[in-house]
Structures are given as structure tokens and as C-alpha cells.
């Protein structure tokens, strides 16, 4: 049964960082992609970030480019997004998903998604 926990969200002002979590189970984390995804309020899911652990490649959104990192750490299952000089529009929703192989920046090409963590940047 695969499985996402996403963590580490909270409130932060602007200009401040964040690192999120997301850890998996139930499957070869070696052999998948991981994406982040955010979605603000009245807005669809956009994707930020995403790391294949087959080739270490890695993808960014322009809004967020420069700003946030993907990292992982394949011993412990782990994916990580580090967010930097946040903006108030980097407010909503995170959500990491998981996808065979290699990242794809569309939402529903991913198999499987963690519950959400939300992130509030105050100005």
C-alpha cells in the first residue's frame, strides 16, 4: 500500500524559509519520482518541483526557481523541498505525489498523493 506523509509546513513571514518533508512507504522509493505540487485557494494544483531518484534528475516551475531546492535522501525514503525567500504568494497547499521512474510537471500523471501541508507566508 504506497503512502506519503508530507510535513513541515507552517506560518512564516515573508522572506523566511521552510523545509517540507515527504516520506515514503509501500513502495521502491529508488524507482520513482517524487513531485511537489501547490495549490492556493481558488486556484488548480500547480507543480513546483520534482526528483527522480532512478536518475537524480531533477525539474522546477519558474515560480519557484532559485528559490527552492529538492533534495532526497533515499536511505530514510525521504524527499525534501526547501523553500527560500518565501513570498506571499507562495501561500496554500503542498501536496508531494509519486510517479514511476521520471518526473512529469502534470498532476494527473502522478499514482499517488500525501495529505497536504499548508503553508501561510504573511507579508
Known amino acids: 500500500d504506497v503512502q506519503l506523509q508530507a510535513s513541515g509546513g507552517g506560518t512564516v513571514q515573508a522572506g523566511g524559509s521552510l523545509r517540507l518533508s515527504c516520506t515514503g512507504s509501500?513502495?521502491?522509493?529508488?524507482?520513482?519520482?517524487i513531485g511537489w505540487f501547490r495549490q492556493a485557494p481558488g486556484k488548480e494544483r500547480e507543480g513546483l518541483m520534482c526528483?527522480?531518484?532512478?536518475?537524480?534528475?531533477?525539474t522546477y516551475a519558474d515560480a519557484v526557481k532559485g528559490r527552492f531546492i529538492i533534495s532526497s535522501d533515499n536511505a530514510k525514503n525521504t524527499a525534501y523541498l526547501e523553500m527560500n525567500s518565501l513570498k506571499p504568494e507562495d501561500t496554500g497547499t503542498y501536496y508531494c505525489a509519486t510517479r514511476p521512474y521520471s518526473c512529469s510537471p502534470w498532476p494527473d500523471r502522478y499514482d499517488s498523493w500525501g495529505h497536504g501541508t499548508q503553508v501561510t507566508v504573511s507579508s
Open positions: 509501500g513502495f521502491p522509493f529508488i524507482d520513482y519520482a
Open positions: 526528483i527522480s531518484m532512478t536518475d537524480a534528475k531533477k
